[in-house]
């Protein structure tokens, strides 16, 4: 069994930088589909980036430009990252990690960090 644990949010800057780590601890291998996914207060969860098993890495127009993602394969586990830069006030929001498994498309999700960009 896959679990999601992020980290690396908090409070920034406007225009500043923030690093967010997900660790995925067990059989990491099992899951074909990463993203970050975002919700800010009083809407509803939106797509920030994927990386899908085909290799694909896309990006949501809102950060395109701003936003990274990157997976480090630890095996077992492995480590999502979303390096965010030239942060604004809009991209206040739980972040939350996700993945999507091989086979049943079972999806897992993190607890959130949240990310806070004062202006």
């Known amino acids: 069994q896959v679990q999601l644990a992020e980290s690396g949010g908090g409070l920034i800057q406007d225009g500043g930088s923030l690093r967010l780590s997900c660790v995925a601890s067990?059989?990491?291998?099992?899951?074909?589909?990463w993203a970050w996914y975002r919700q800010a207060p009083g809407k509803e969860r939106e797509l920030v980036a994927e990386?899908?098993?085909?290799?694909?890495?896309?990006?949501s127009d809102s950060v395109k430009g701003r936003f990274s993602i990157t997976i480090s394969r630890d095996v077992p586990g492995a480590t999502l990252f979303l390096q965010m830069n030239d942060l604004g006030p809009d991209d206040t929001a739980v972040y939350y990690c996700?993945?999507?498994?091989?086979?049943?498309?079972?999806?897992?999700w993190g607890q959130g960090t949240e990310v806070t960009v004062s202006s």
């Open positions: 990386i899908l098993s085909n290799g694909l890495i896309e990006y």
């Open positions: 067990g059989p990491a291998a099992l899951m074909k589909d």
């Open positions: 996700f993945a999507r498994r091989w086979g049943d498309d079972k999806m897992l």
